[in-house]
């Protein structure tokens, strides 16, 4: 009996030492939301908690989950590639604001087809994946192709199966360039996809074109490089033919006017310049203008401050490109005037 | 008890109240856990209704039938996963009750002692092994090989045939409908396996011993002692195993394609229920979307008690035949 009651003791003051210690955590920011960013939201949290000891929860569900959590007020920040609309956000009572950014890069599989050999057009692109091109010799992507001889195989559509913040940024574009697309398909985070198969998730997508020979997909551009697949050149707004890399995601982005984009809601797909990716994409970040926990809110955006102006670095290493110093400075001035305190002052000073 | 007697009355009675209070406890702590089930059963059943009826009022009786997952229109049908989720299960039990069966008449009845044991443990393994590890395998592993032979095997040897040629049509992507049955078939194998190979071995041995007596063969003994005698235990089994055939998700969504087509062709991607949910509902925004994928939840839901209700039936049924026999 004894020895049971003195397990019984040391039991409880354990659960009592770990229910102290999840107190003492409490200050972990926390936040939820898009899978793309992801990497370097830990990457950067990794580095913060060592400078600081303030670690940051994130749990990366997706956008829509982002969206949820934040609605539901259970994180303190919700995190999304597809932007909200201003009107959604007023009606949240919240604002947003891009944090750092990256591209949308068609892959495929075709033998004898180099890295970077192949060139499309945003036109051709929404007629493969809404199956009017099904052969790879077809004569339009011949067209934009005269040294490449391709042969004449099934093109295998590969998208994504799970809603995705990516497939919005891919079908925006299509959209934009493609007018059947938009009137056809549509621009989601899921769409109803006229043909192909569906991958989960980038690396499921990337897995499936990898296997598949004649296949074409489309994902992040880190998933493209980190396992070194066959991505395409795209031909951009001012018609000139782009290699998917850093340089032509931060052009994109530096043609982009946030200054005049209420809320920040602006997509960087097809924007013009000679030297700008046409699928390029910001992804955000969502809190509530009244902070209820004052601590929690200020720690994250302290966060944000720090990655802002110390994570550019690491930014690059992981194949995003940093927001550019003007933005930061547009997004800091959003939180000065727009971020309250639980007791109404400004939050961010 | 010769001590109980010996004993005096008041404390025996206080033994006896204080065991009728243990009886008493016992007695309401089970009934609890009990009515703790129904409770869940009940609030699982309530809360897919509540939050499916905005599909259901929307799109009524055409979401069963209609075949248009479009998440831009907010315009749903169900056609599509309900059909890959049945056609899925029922390859998979096609593939796996024989071959389960077969396991464990070859454990019962014929294998060596040394060998009974590791084959045992293998199929419990393959029980153990989480279903994302079948998924990944299949990705990975299963598709490629089917891709690069069977499926253009397949292909060409029903080209000509009619009827079969469409079954087994078009371009070898590898994964499909026919990729995703047969990962369900190895992965119901274990459940079907292990209930057979019990039931087998309650099959009395005098009842065997007598029929190879009688100069019977290992099949006939099989097909006319071993079988009809356990066959209860055995649609329990396949019941089980068509329980996990059903539902399974995370091993499907991975080798399925995930495209809300119906397609004559097996090799033809698809989807099921259980995958479509799991991958849609974190992204899903507006009403709608999250509605008809709840509305999914609980067609999946009425699918698997239908099934559970058809076995219960069945066995009712064989149990009364079998009564009015002896």
Known sequence: MTAFRKTLTRVSLAVAGAAFSCAAMAADITGAGATFPYPIYSKWADAYKKETGVGLNYQSIGSGGGIKQIKAKTVTFGATDKPLKVEELEEMGAIQWPMVMGGVVPVINVKGVAPGQLVLDGKTLADIFQGRISKWNDAAIGKLNPGVTLPSKAIAVVHRADGSGTTFNFTYYLGQVSESWRVNVGVDQSVEWPTGIGGKGNEGVANMVTQTDGSIGYVEYAYAKQNKMTYTKMINKDGKTVSPDADAFAAAAANADWAKAKGFYLILANQPGANSWPMTAATFIVMYKKADKTEDSLAALKFFDWAYKNGGKMADELDYVPMPASVIDLVEKTWATNLKDASGAALWK | ?326
């Open chain 2, 1 to 326: 008890m010769t001590t109980a007697v010996v004993e005096p009355a008041s404390e025996t009675s206080s033994i006896l109240s204080r065991n009728r209070l243990m009886d008493a406890l016992l007695r309401s702590l089970t009934r609890a856990a009990a009515i703790i089930v129904l409770v869940m059963l009940g609030g699982v059943i309530i809360s897919l209704v509540d939050g499916a009826l905005p599909a259901i009022k929307t799109f009524g009786f055409s979401f069963i039938t209609t075949e248009s997952w479009n998440p831009v229109t907010e315009k749903f049908g169900a056609a599509a996963p309900i059909y890959g989720t049945l056609v899925t299960a029922f390859i998979a039990m096609l593939i796996g009750v024989p071959i389960s069966i077969g396991i464990a008449i070859f454990i019962t009845e014929l294998c060596p002692r040394w060998l009974k044991r590791p084959i045992s443990t293998a199929i419990e393994l393959l029980a153990g092994i989480p279903s994302i590890i079948y998924g990944i395998w299949g990705l990975f592993i299963l598709a490629p090989l089917l891709q690069a032979y069977v499926q253009p095997a397949l292909i060409a040897t029903f080209e000509n045939v009619p009827m079969l040629n469409n079954l087994f049509a078009g371009p070898p992507y590898g994964i499909g409908i026919l990729t995703a049955a047969l990962i369900l078939s190895i992965m119901v194998l274990p459940f079907i396996t292990s209930i057979t190979r019990d039931v087998f071995e309650t099959v009395p041995p005098m009842l065997k011993e007598s029929a190879y007596g009688l100069g019977c063969t290992t099949w006939e003994v099989v097909r006319h002692i071993v079988l009809p005698y356990s066959k209860t235990g055995i649609i329990g089994g396949i019941m089980l195993g068509l329980g996990r055939a059903l539902g399974e998700t995370m091993a499907v969504t991975f080798v399925i394609g995930n495209a809300h087509r119906i397609h004559s062709s097996l090799l033809a991607p698809g989807t099921t229920i259980s995958a479509s949910i799991a991958n849609e509902f974190t992204e899903a925004d507006g009403v709608m979307y999250t509605s008809s994928l709840i509305a999914l939840g609980l067609i999946l839901f009425v699918i698997t008690f239908i099934v559970l209700a058809c076995a219960r039936l069945l066995l009712a049924r064989m149990k009364k035949s079998e009564g009015r026999h002896s």
